[in-house]
Every structure is written in structure tokens, then in C-alpha cells.
């Protein structure tokens, strides 16, 4: 099945000028992200991975190359659509967290709606129910110095949530967080971009998160050194392996599954049945059955990622 | 972003800093204050003044003077001028000399003969007995002055007396002759009542009497106006027919100029005042800068756009101006009231006359809020712009 890419970056460039030396920060860096991804950018630190993120986000312009949103030229958006694209099509995750100090939990949250033009009372409910989604409702009046940095982390990720956006970029998200905060900001991540299908970016230089990727795309020295290909692959069977856990699928039809683009648990779950059962190897019967059970199987671990 | 969402944005971030906002707006309110302070002072003393010069019954009148030899006051102009539109009424006045046979005695008095309502106008009151009131009646009125060969303390035994007046003609040159030619140049007439207020010696009678005497022009002509705001219009039909017209207004305009020059005067030391307030917002508003520019970063990651930034720190300066320009008139309005009270309980004591030295009119307290609001928004400005010109990035690096 062909897809477009959401994003497309072609030759990408960004140097800087340190007195008579030029440092390139990013070189030659071609990239395909497709929509529903969840893409890891790994590297060290200085490796390049936050500048890439600061171009793919409009925060900053390249030297070079090009950055195509669903088409669209990033460098040739005016300052103002630049705004719009950052409110709209994208939202943004700190590893400061970010908040606005002063205001709660909630006018954080809606505050990208607040720059978009939304009425008070549609983006009090919009946040609400973004809090709600991740289960921190009750932080919904906390100033951020009132709230653990786990919690400011969840209420930031539920910021860059609210509007709805095709790509979230998490920046090292569990930089400042102890483990366990930094697992369960993680995991939300993770849970957010199954249940809602949006495609995220997320910079780590963390190799325990790297399972999680649908890929991984390796940073070093500015350039991009390993792209997808067997991590792809490895996630691939990893999800395979997956769908094999359902009842009366093996190897086989757990192939042909992910070939008609049923790649994990939540596209089985949230299947057509009638659709389900055009794969080859599947019955009528048993699309019901396994897309059942698959969905038994994520509210289980949607269960399990709640809140405590 | 909508205008509400920008107002409470910047309430919010004003609170942040109480301190520093209220020492802001004291700055405002202490310009806009000086300045209330003062101006009131002017409007007052104008007002003061202007009052004195003139009631407001005399701001509708015109005062028609002939212009020899083409422009004559005859009884057929004085019609023509009582028919111009806007005109209530109209009294020629004719002064005479006389003499006043009272009982015994002899009195020398000028004589102004004159339309009754015009009395009033005038300013000749009665203070004993009543006005003249119809314009038919042998009735006079005598000014305590006249009066003075008499013991005072009988005033009010001579109103109903009657007196004999010999009146005497001018003649062509302008002389009195002291012939009596004609029987009517001797008539009787009522006193009616004293007037106190006239310093010369005089007798007012009703222009009617004079009818028999054959008198062919007038010495002037008061018009009365219906409404202040026809006196121009009337003004000037006066002047096309030759005549010269003048009115209180012009005399009270001369007197608004050199008020309004020094109100200027007075307005631009309050300025001085505003002006100390408006580097105060700047730098208010620049150190703010500052201290957000991180989360001016912030808010242009997840969306917000230069104008959005650039007009949040405009409504936060326009705030400060509205509230320093609000609390500065109450205080200068205050500081005014208190001195008018001060001034009137000390007059009250020594048994003067209680005036208002400090008047705000509305208009004026509406323009000092406005002024205030424009010079913070002003000062604002520049802040605003660099706050809408930060780049993101860096924006959000700057800690």
C-alpha cells in the first residue's frame, strides 16, 4: 500500500557560523515520516537531534533543503503561517516541561486554542477532556509549581495534544524525570499515539525507549547513520509477533495481516470485521473473535498505563 | 487571539508583580493627577470669573449700537429688528436728563428709559417694592443713590409715593437744553421700587412714556435671543443691516482665550509629571520583556504569533494607563473637592461668599483618561515590538 509521507525532508542543512568556522549541526538529511508513526530520534547529545527538531517544527530556518508538511515547503511559509502550522498542525513537548508559571493547568493547556481563536468556554472543555484522556484531571487547577515535574510533563504533553495536531515532537520528555515518572511519560506517549493514530517524534538519546519505535532513526555527528532498515524490520516482526498472540492466528495469517496494514493490537481492535475478514486466512468468525479479543487486549493495557 | 482573551491575559500578568505594577500606575496616577489638579484649577478661576461678567440670562442678549449717518436706531428699525428670527424680544434705551420733584425736594437723575423686561436682564432689581412690569404704566424705578438726600431707613415709605419728573430733551448736538417746551416733557409717575446695586443717581422709566415726547432715534437697542445658540445667527443679520452688534460672548470669549493659555500653561507643568510616568511604563514594560522572554519563547513554540505577543504587551501598558489615568483623576478630583471644601468652610467663617475654585468638567476627565491611556500605550510600544520581534528559538533558550 503506498502512502504518502507526512512529512518528506529532502538534503536537509543547517550550519552555523562560529567565527571563521562553520559547524555543521545537520547535513544531507533525507527522511520519510508517515502518518501514525512513532519515530525515535536517537543520538547523543550535540548530535544534531534538537536542531532537526527545532527545523521540522518552523522554529528555525535550514540552510539548505527542504522540509514538505503533507506537501506544503516550510521555507517558503510567511512568519505568521509559520505561527499557524506551530498551533494547528503541530504540537510541542519539552524536556523543561514549559508551562506557562503562572497560569493553571488547565489555561496551559488550552492555551494553544487561546492563540488559535477558540471561545473560553469550547477550549475549557477541549482541555478538560485531554486531561481527562490522560487521566490527570485533577491537576486541571495547579499552577506549575504546584505539580511534580511528571505532572507538569503530562499536563505539557496534553498542551501539545489539545488542538488535535498530525505530528507531536517530544524533545527528551524524560530528561528532568526520575525513572519512574520518566516510564510513565513515556508509556503516555506511547498510549497516545496508538489510541489517537498521531504520528511522534521523539528525541531520545534514552536506548531503553527504542522498542517502543515503530522506528528508529540513528543521529550522529549531524548526519543520519541508520535509518529504519532493520530496526523496521526488528519492529515489524516485533508486531507480528504480536498479532500472533491472538487466538487462532499463526505465523502465516499474522503475516498477511500485516501486509493488509494491520500492524498491531489497536488496528485489529479498531478494524472493520467485514474488512478483517478479507485477509487472507481469515474467516468471518474469527474476524469477530480476534478483534474482540484485541480489544479486550488494549483496554487491558490502557488499564494498566492509567493512573494509579 | 480575541480582545477579552488579551485583556485577561494581561490582568493576570500584571498581578505577577504587584509591586512593581502599582509603583507603575502610582507614577501614572500622580501625572494624570498634577494635571486634573491643575486644569480644574483653571476651569475654575474661568468659571469664576466668567460668572462674575456675565448670568446666564445676559449670554443671550446683543446689544445693537447705531452707526451714524446710514444706520439709525428709528422706531421702523426696531421693528425690523424684532422680527429677526430668533428674537424674543426687543428694548430700545434712551437716557435723559431730569429733574425729580419728590414732596419738597429737588433731584438731578439720568433718566434711561427702557423696555421692562429689559430690567431684568440688567441686572436692576428692586430691592425695594417690585420691578417695572408693564410697559403702559406711569411707573418708575429709583436708585437708592437718587435717594440719598433722603434718610435711607425711609426707603420703603416713599415706594407708592409719586413723583413729578421734568424731563429734558437733547438736541441736535447732543446738549441737554433745560427748556421746557413741550407739556410732556412734565409727567408723574410711581415709585414703585429701589434699586440698590446702581451707583448713579437714576430713574427708569418705561420707553412708553416717552411716546408723546416724539423721540425719532434710540441710543441702542438690546436684543434678546430665545436660546444662547441663535445669538450668532442673530449677530450677524444685525451687522447686515448695518448695524453694530455686540454681545457678552464676545467679551467672554476674549476672556476663554487667555484662560485656555494658561489651563496650557498649567497642563503642560501636570505633563512634566506624565511624562517622568511614561518612562516608568517603559522601563516597566522593558524589564517585563526581560523576564519573559522565555515564555514569549514558549508561546510562539505552541503558536502564538508576533502580533499576538506585541499586542499582549500593549494591552498590559494600556492597562497601567487606564488604570493610573482612572485612579489620577479620582485623586486630582478629590485634591480640588477637598480645597473647595477647605475654601468654603473658611469663607463660610469670615461671612463670605461661598465660591468653587476648582471645576473638572466631564469631558475634561474623560480626555485626561484618554491622554493617560495613549501616552502608556505609547511608552509601550517599543517593548512591544521587540517582544513581537524574538525569535523563537532563541527566545525559549534564554533563561
New interface residues.
Partial sequence: MARKPIIKVVNLAKHYKMGPSTVRALDKINLEIYSGELIIIFGQSGCGKSTLMSLLAGLDKPTSGEILVRGENLSNMSANQLSKYRRTKIGMVFQQYNLIPNMTALDNISLPLAFDGTSRRRRAKRARNVLELIGVSKLAERTASEMSGGQQQKVSIARAWVTSPWIVFADEPTGNLDSKSADEVIRLIKRLNEKSKRTVLLITHNPEYLSLADRVIYLKDGKIVRISGQIKGASRRQKRNELEQLSGVGRGVAENLFAANYRNMLDVASADTDELAKVKGVTKNMASVIKKEAQSIMMAREGFSEEE | ??L??LLLFSI??L??NKMRTLLTVAGVVIGIAAIVFLVSLGFGLQELVIEKIASMKELTQIQVDPKPPAAKLTKKNIIRLGRIEGVKWVSPSYYLSAQMLLGDEQIDVTLYALNPKYMEAEDVKADVGKNLHSPDAQEIIVSRNALKVFDLLEAKNLVGREATLRIYLRDKNGNFSLKIDDPNQIQKFKIVGIAKNVKESSVYIPVKSLDALKIKTFDKVMLKTTSREVVKDVKKEVSDMGFKASSIRDTISEIQRYFRAAQIVLGILGMIALLVASIGIFNTMTISLLERTH?IG???????????VRRMFLFEAAQIGFWGGFWGLAVGWLMGLGINFLANSLASKFQGKAEVIFQTPVWFSAIAILFALMVSIFAGVYPARRAGKLG??EA?RYE
Avoid: C, Q, V
Avoid at chain 2, 299 to 306: E, F, V, W, Y
Fill in positions: 487571539m480575541t477579552l482573551d493576570a500578568s498581578k505577577r515564555e514558549i508561546m510562539k513554540a505552541i503558536g502564538a504569533t508576533n502580533k499576538d523563537p528559538l525559549i
